[in-house]
């Protein structure tokens, strides 16, 4: 990493076993969950509080070596679904876990859900065709109303306040930026060859100065398209795909 006296204040990172293959964000209580794998399929969570600044999660996986992955945080409360079979991506079940105790609140391996919205979350049995949707409580599970399928269209998803770069694609992945103006700061991701590999790196300027510079990937083949962004006044990125590092913006 290359610094100056200006440089970036430090907000978080940790590293985990395998590659980052999922992240998600709690708007209201400021937490970041991701999910990472091996090669081997295991599967392991991890959660950070940044507003009391407390790690909830490391490495952290159930007793039993189910297939989840996760799927939505609102309110503390992590929501993992299952899988049909271990080969298949189609999602079945739900499972509530409460991040402050580490326990199940509920689960229930008969329904997908559809949408998780403010109002609950929109679910439908995988067994029963045509599909019939209900609206369930985040908390408990239980029914709060049938719906129609017309009745989907009032329901909207759960909004965040994540900012993404603009992403400047070109033939040559060397000629590829992705760029972000945030208080003042320039963030750029981009590529640079070294010898025959190509490295991707991050860089962060405010008024022509560059405050940081650190690679991203090493020897890539291919376009990442999942580079940084800001959230809360947080900068996130993930370095060599198994550490998250963040920020103060």
Not at 142 to 164: F, K, M, P
Request: aromatic fraction near 14%; charge should be neutral.
């Amino acid at each position: 990493m290359v610094t100056n006296k200006d440089t970036l204040k430090p907000a978080y990172s940790a590293k985990c076993e395998g590659i980052i293959w999922k992240i998600i964000l709690d708007e209201n209580k400021k937490i970041i969950v991701w999910e990472c794998r091996t090669k081997d399929k295991k599967v392991s969570f991890y959660a950070y509080d940044f507003k009391n600044q407390v790690t909830l999660l490391h490495n952290f996986k159930f007793d039993d070596d189910w297939e989840l992955s996760i799927n939505t945080v609102k309110d503390g409360i992590l929501y993992f679904n299952g899988h049909e079979s271990d080969f298949s991506p189609v999602q079945k079940g739900l499972l509530a876990f409460d991040l402050q105790t580490k326990k199940i609140i509920w689960q229930n391996f008969s329904i997908s859900a559809q949408l998780f919205c403010n109002d609950g979350i929109i679910i439908f049995d995988t067994k029963i065709l045509p599909r019939k949707y209900r609206l369930i409580a985040y908390e408990t599970g239980q029914q709060l109303s049938e719906l129609n399928v017309g009745d989907l269209a009032n329901y909207r998803g759960l909004n965040n306040t994540i900012i993404l770069p603009s992403m400047t694609e070109a033939k040559d992945i060397i000629d590829t930026t992705y760029l972000l103006t945030f208080n003042n700061l320039n963030i750029c991701s981009y590529y640079q060859k070294k010898g025959e590999a190509i490295d991707q790196y991050i860089r962060v300027e405010k008024n022509g100065e560059i405050l940081m510079t650190e690679i991203l990937n090493e020897q890539i083949q291919k376009i990442s398209f999942d580079t940084f962004f800001v959230w809360h006044n947080h900068l996130f990125y993930i370095k060599n795909k198994t550490e998250i590092v963040s920020y103060f913006v």
